[in-house]
């Protein structure tokens, strides 16, 4: 297998192959591009099938992770780890420990953090080896309710922008999926005035969302045909493909999941039918907001990461403006105002 020649292949500076036979480690560091700083993103633990959908995973996260920090204004590349295998079993803190030492070979050109399957704790050990961590507990923390605030954020961009709305009273919001963001992001939709629709597989988030925010709840599969303004993605990735954006009544897709899309032609679909899309990327972009300011020198501060996060609403709003001037998908303008920050940095 050639990596040079797969699709996700995307000129990235460095590809990085870790095992330690003791521990059981395999990992796959890939740092994408440092033109605006060390590269930066978390680390996923993952069972994955074969060892080329590990690396297309971390090539794709990677470059994920450029796009999102340039947006997002921040001094950082973009870089992803992925450790293959099952969880369950493999975990051990000399695992732990011996990706620390893969990291801190890279010598600061990759910090690390949680992503899907790695906790707070687990990062503790990596710490033990090495400085390159962040999103540790005591320090930036929890990212959810960063992110929970730029997505809200979001959300009434959205609604300026295509409603020509200042206030989110009355306006109907479905939400798919109440976890540690989705949940922070409906208190302050309530709190706005906006009327909740939701759905999840968690039966007793549902009912808190009930009865402490007056939420309608609906079943999995009827959240997408609900006669709403926005329809906000805040679970799994890939909810908007070819079986559900024929059954969206949104006129708003902005939530805060990753990869929404499950292909790129569903972007210009949604622009076609005159829904407006906020880039997954962009909108979401709080929780790395916050942990970007563990990374630099400063004492972290949350204030100042709360201030931070409010650009999201004008980046956003740039975004719509060019997409309705171009008459060009949301997604494509995005990436390609990414581009250009990366560019300008080389
Ligand atoms: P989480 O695990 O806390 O919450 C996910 C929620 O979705 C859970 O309540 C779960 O029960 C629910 N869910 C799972 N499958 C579902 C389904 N089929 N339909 C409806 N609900 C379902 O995760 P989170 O941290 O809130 O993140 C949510 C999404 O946002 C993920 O895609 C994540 O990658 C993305 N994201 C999170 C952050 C962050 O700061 N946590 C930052 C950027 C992006």
């Not at 009912?207 to 045909?225: C, F, P, Q, R």
């Not at 990753?258 to 407006?276: D, F, M, P, S, V």
């Amino acid at each position: 297998m050639s990596v040079f020649n797969l699709v996700d292949f995307d000129d990235h500076e460095q590809v990085v192959f870790c095992s330690d036979e003791e521990s059981g480690l395999k990992a796959i560091i890939a740092i994408h591009n440092t033109n605006l700083g060390p590269s930066a993103g978390g680390c996923r633990f993952w069972d994955y099938s074969n060892e080329e959908d590990a690396i297309t995973d971390a090539l794709r996260l990677s470059k994920g992770m450029t796009y999102k920090n340039a947006m997002a204004g921040l001094k950082l590349g973009g870089g992803k780890a992925v450790i293959i295998g099952n969880p369950k079993n493999l975990k051990s803190d000399a695992l732990f420990k011996a990706f620390g030492k893969a990291v801190n070979n890279l010598g600061g050109r990759y910090y690390t953090a949680e992503d899907v399957n790695i906790t707070t704790a687990d990062m503790a050990v990596v710490n033990q080896v090495t400085d390159f961590v962040s999103g540790l507990e005591g320090k930036s923390g929890n990212p959810g309710p960063f992110t929970a605030l730029g997505t809200f954020l979001g959300i009434k961009a959205a609604v300026k922008h295509r409603l020509n709305l200042d206030s989110l009273e009355g306006i109907s919001v479905a939400v798919q999926g109440l976890g540690s963001v989705g949940y922070s992001l409906c208190e302050k939709l309530h709190k706005a005035g906006a009327k909740l629709i939701v759905t999840d597989i968690n039966q007793d988030i549902l009912n808190k969302a009930k009865s402490e925010l007056g939420a309608k709840v609906v079943s999995l599969d009827d959240i997408y045909k609900q006669d709403v303004d926005v329809f906000s993605p805040c679970a799994l990735g890939a909810s908007i493909n070819d079986s559900t954006i024929n059954q969206l009544k949104a006129v708003v897709v902005a939530g805060c999941a990753n990869n929404q899309l499950a292909a790129n032609r569903h972007g210009k679909l949604l622009h076609e039918k005159g829904i407006l899309y906020a880039p997954d990327y962009v909108i979401n972009a709080g929780g790395i907001i916050n942990v970007a300011l563990e990374i630099y020198p400063e004492a972290y501060d949350p204030a100042q990461a709360m201030i931070l996060v409010h650009n999201i609403y004008q980046t956003l709003m740039s975004v719509f403006e060019n997409s309705a001037k171009e008459n060009r998908p949301t997604g494509e303008i995005a990436d390609e105002m990414a581009r250009q920050i990366i560019g300008k940095a080389t």
